[in-house]
């Protein structure tokens, strides 16, 4: 086998570009889709409740602060029993 010398590659700069003549001038346009997962509708739902929360933990703040925030008893022994119970 023999080897002849060096050839020369061509450079990127010999090779000829595209006209926009070649390329199609119909092309349409394409459109983006979203989609949200049912995950992320609930958490869109959670927000209201969130917000509800976050007043309702304000109103027993400032009543704990104030001195007049009182819990029942009964109503606190009521929840353990049923929290003991439901296993």
Partial sequence: MKIDGYQPVQPYANYSQPKSADQPQNVTAKSDKVEI?????????????EDARSEKVQQIKSQVNAGTYNV?????????YAYWNNF
Wanted: net charge positive; proline share 0%; aromatic share 4%.
């Fill in 72 to 80: 029942s008893s009964e109503d606190i022994a009521k929840k353990v």
């Fill in 37 to 49: 997962s049912s995950a992320a509708k609930r958490l869109q739902g959670a927000q209201k409740f």
